[in-house]
Structures are given as C-alpha cells and as structure tokens.
C-alpha cells in the first residue's frame, strides 16, 4: 500500500510495514497523548494546522517523507 496525503496517521499505526519503514517516529506517536486524537486525522489535515505550520512542518516536506516511505515498502 501507497501512503498519499490522504493516508490516516491511523493507518500507519496499525500497518506492521508502515510503522517498520517510519521506525521511532511512529513508535513515539503511537505513545503520545494525542495519537487516539490525530489517528482518525489525514497527513493533509494535520500539516494544515496552525501549530503544526508555526513549526515549520509543511507539505512539501512530509511528501519527500512519504517517497522514502514508499520507497521502503516497494
């Protein structure tokens, strides 16, 4: 499976590849308080919140993560 833009944080949590290829990045959200919050939530809806745009995290960012992703699924 391909992550999009429109790929759940959920849908990495519960796919064994998904959390392999993100490695601690996801094992540390998946303990964060607000993971049962943003799981539900798209890569595109988060990326376009204030706060997470006030750290400098844009769109253009998490797409080059998606390809290495991608990449490490193929």
């Not at 999009?4 to 590849?17: A, I, R, Y």
């Not at 998946?30 to 400098?56: D, E, F, N, R, Y």
């Amino acid at each position: 499976m391909a992550y999009t833009m429109d790929s759940k944080v959920g849908d990495f949590l519960k796919d064994p590849k998904g959390m392999q290829a993100l490695g601690e990045l996801v094992a540390e959200l998946s303990k964060h308080p607000l993971a049962g919050v943003i799981k539900g939530m798209t890569l595109k809806q988060i990326v376009a919140i204030p706060q997470v745009k006030a750290v400098g995290l844009t769109e253009d960012m998490v797409k080059t993560g998606l390809a290495h992703v991608n990449a490490k699924l193929k």
